[in-house]
């Protein structure tokens, strides 16, 4: 009979950077669904476990943009500290649906 992890013990640490703004909206919806980061990491890290792979697609659209946006060209900019969001849904509806 399995315990599906009720009494595992979770004690390993993950430590990530992100864009304040993105977090603070992240956790504003997480809180409207009744969790915390550490849930939907842990769902996240669950999903990827049973499927073997990320628990959706990650694609390149067939056409880029001829012309950055101006807020992507100062992300790719500064992102010498930290990787770009391309999951941004605000960034994706910019850029990749409007190409």
């Known amino acids: 009979m399995s315990d599906h992890g009720v009494n595992k013990v979770k004690n390993t640490i993950i430590r990530a950077r992100i864009e304040p703004e993105l977090k603070k909206n992240v956790e504003t919806v997480l809180d409207s669904l009744g969790m915390t980061s550490t849930d939907a990491i842990r ?3 669950k999903q990827i476990e049973l499927r073997n792979g990320l628990p959706f697609s990650v694609e390149l659209p067939e056409k880029l943009p001829e012309k950055l946006p101006e807020k992507l060209f100062k992300e790719l900019l500064s992102s010498s500290e930290s990787s770009i969001d391309f999951w941004n ?6 850029v990749w649906n409007n190409a």
Do not use: L
């Open 43 to 45: 769902v996240f890290f």
């Open 89 to 94: 849904n605000d960034i994706d509806d910019e």
